[in-house]
């Protein structure tokens, strides 16, 4: 199992950027979600987290500028970014708490993507 994160790039003050996730490989369910980031010489810090009943919660700082949402489905999660501000300038890493099979047990597991480079400036 794999999370492949990609959407990152450069953007001015006030654009929009969509991060995506994917999860590749076998899986039985997912549950929980979220997006965190990191400035180098700094800790990790949740920025967006999703239930698998769809419950969301965010980051002080990000409320009512980015909207985190999932499809199960296609085993997705995505970040939208609007009106980013130079101090949103981090790496964004997603991760999912998921259930997998093992032989024939399933078992509870967090994985963590590769991280995807998300810079604002002018």
């Known amino acids: 199992v794999q999370l492949q994160a990609s959407g990152g790039g450069l953007v001015h003050p006030g654009g929009s950027l969509r991060l995506s996730c994917a999860i590749r490989g076998s899986i039985f369910s997912i549950n929980t979600t979220s997006w965190y980031r990191q400035v180098p010489g700094r800790q990790r810090d949740l920025v967006a987290i999703?239930?698998?009943?769809?419950?969301?919660n965010y980051a002080d700082s990000v409320k009512g500028r980015f909207t985190i949402s999932r499809d199960n489905a296609k085993k997705m999660v995505y970040l939208q970014m609007d009106s980013l501000k130079p101090e949103d300038t981090a790496v964004y890493y997603c991760?999912?708490?998921?259930?997998?099979?093992?032989?024939?047990?399933?078992?509870?597991?967090?994985?963590w993507g590769r991280g995807t480079l998300v810079t604002v400036s002018s």
């Open positions: 999703i239930t698998n009943s769809g419950d969301t």
């Open positions: 991760n999912a708490d998921l259930r997998i099979i093992r032989g024939t047990t399933v078992v509870r597991q967090h994985f």
